[in-house]
């Protein structure tokens, strides 16, 4: 999981900032509706915080791609949504979802340059 991200284009970070609100409505309803609430320690309100948290983070790398943040950033959202009551399979559904949000949301050329760091979290996550 070494491998750098590279930094996205000014073009993509406006697709990402002009698709976040649909992509978190898309996450929010995904797992309030059709995921077991335990997944995600049945609390609504930190799940929608996440998803919006997560989103920001990712432009906010994107435009600024640390890999030391990345890695340190992402082991402590693990500790502190586990301590939320959150599931391992909670993360293990979310960066496919929003893999495939994205994919349908952005430009192919955008999601050439999102997706490297969708498949470093899946690496980290299924290693996690």
Same mark, same amino acid.
């Given at each position: /999981? ?12 406006? @697709? /990402?900032?002009? #698709? ?5 409505? #898309? ?12 997944v995600y320690g049945d609390d ?17 790398? *994107?435009?600024?791609?640390? /890999?030391?943040? *990345? ?20 993360? *293990? ?16 050329? #955008?999601?050439?340059?999102? #997706?490297? *760091? ?9 290693? @996690?």
């Amino acid at each position: /999981m070494s491998k750098d991200i590279n930094k996205a284009s000014d073009t993509t970070i406006l @697709e /990402m900032e002009k #698709a976040k609100q649909e992509a978190v409505i #898309a996450l929010n309803n995904y797992f309030i509706e059709t995921v077991d609430s335990s997944v995600y320690g049945d609390d609504e309100v930190t799940l929608k915080n996440n998803h919006n948290n997560h989103f920001d983070f990712v432009v906010s790398f *994107l435009e600024n791609p640390d /890999m030391e943040v *990345l890695s340190e950033t992402v082991g402590w959202v693990v500790k502190s949504y586990e301590a939320h009551g959150f599931l391992k399979e909670y993360f *293990l559904r979310a960066i496919p979802k929003w893999k495939k949000e994205l994919k349908r949301l952005l430009s192919d050329k #955008a999601y050439t340059e999102v #997706a490297p *760091l969708y498949d470093w979290f899946t690496k980290y996550f299924e290693n @996690e």
